[in-house]
């Protein structure tokens, strides 16, 4: 007699693991990691050695005397955070402040909900937006980029491109004479500009983001929707008045919004599970990227738009469940 084995879902098994994934993103993150550590020497090592040791230990004590269940700081998330929050703040920050930033991260975004896979928001942008809400002179004096065999020198502090767009329009310049004092785009794709460790390198980036596209480590659906909305937006107000607003590929290029794009948006913890939710979830952030930095009080707004859009992450999952097998499309059943 044939015996049939029940079990409940899923059904469908693959070679991948969490263990797999979060190692995967760690790789993906290793050329802005190289960038940052040549423009920015020691400080950068400094800063992504204390977020990453900070984060596993959290991880590790929480886990361990209070939740008391299965350690956990193998599996690459914790050391995922700590890389992210490293890429997020400045590298001069001082170390204090980058361990509190891992506490925030572990302790209140990610165990404080139970750990891996029940956070509601991404850890690493809760703790950048707790620092920048808590230290915002020292979350704002970004190091502009040096030479290696400088990087024990006093770091010298300035504006990224888009703040001194920002502080520039406020003295009336027009935004052609402010791009003329900044780096060029080459400098941008390079990362030979002022900004967090993370972001400084639009080639590094990218690089990062097709190797996790091609190992299937993230879909494509967030990170294009969310660059096309971007692009677009971005790019009919610079039609509308130039003189105001920057283009497109400005937009694009500088800030965090690669890094949010390819990294943290693309967390699948906190980012919807259908195709047509993801795509609306880029959208959003696209948008409400684009609408606080060229209307808000800061400069950037890519952490805020991811935050804001992982609280509706419950009701855009909501709104597009698929169909259950064997239902009519036309009849609504009720939960």
């Keep these: 007699m044939t015996m049939f084995t029940i079990a409940g879902s899923p059904h469908i098994h693959g ?4 263990k797999k994934i979060m190692y995967g993103v760690v790789i993906a993150m290793i050329p802005a990691m190289l960038v940052s550590i040549y423009y920015f020497g020691f ?7 204390l977020a990453t040791v900070s984060s596993l230990f959290f991880e590790w004590v929480i886990q361990k005397y209070l939740i008391k269940g299965p350690l956990t700081i193998t599996d690459g998330s914790a050391l995922v955070t700590g890389v992210l929050l490293a890429f997020n703040v400045p590298t001069n920050l001082p170390g204090w402040m980058v361990v509190i930033g891992a506490l925030v991260a572990i302790g209140m975004a990610k165990m404080s909900f139970g750990g891996l896979g029940k956070n509601v928001f991404n850890p690493a942008l809760v703790a950048r937006v707790f620092l920048l809400i808590s230290f915002p002179v020292q979350m704002t004096s970004w190091p502009k980029p040096i030479s290696i065999t400088k990087s024990f020198v006093d770091v010298i502090t300035g504006p990224t491109p888009l703040g001194f767009i920002k502080e520039g329009l406020g003295t009336g310049k027009t935004v052609s004479q402010l791009q003329a004092e900044l780096p060029g785009y080459f400098d941008y794709l390079i990362g030979r500009m002022g900004g967090s460790m993370g972001e400084v390198s639009a080639a590094a980036l990218i690089l990062g983001g097709i190797y996790m596209l091609w190992h299937k480590i993230i879909t494509w659906e967030i990170p294009v929707s969310i660059l096309v909305t971007v692009f677009t937006f971005s790019g009919i107000m610079w039609l509308i008045n130039p003189k105001m607003y920057v283009d497109p590929v400005f937009e694009l290029l500088t800030g965090g919004l690669l890094l949010g794009a390819f ?4 967390d699948m913890v906190t980012s919807p599970m259908t195709r047509g939710g993801q795509l609306l979830f880029g959208f959003g952030i696209g948008l409400i990227t684009i609408l606080i930095r060229i209307w808000g009080a800061f400069p950037e707004g890519v952490s805020f738009a991811i935050l804001l859009m992982n609280a ?7 709104g597009f469940k698929p169909r259950r097998f064997g239902t009519n499309p036309g009849v609504v059943m009720n939960n």
């Design 312 to 318: 509706a992450v419950p009701l855009i999952n909501r």
């Design 263 to 266: 990294f943290m948006a693309t």
């Design 43 to 49: 400080n950068a090592v400094r800063v992504l050695l």
């Design 15 to 18: 070679d991948n693991s969490t």
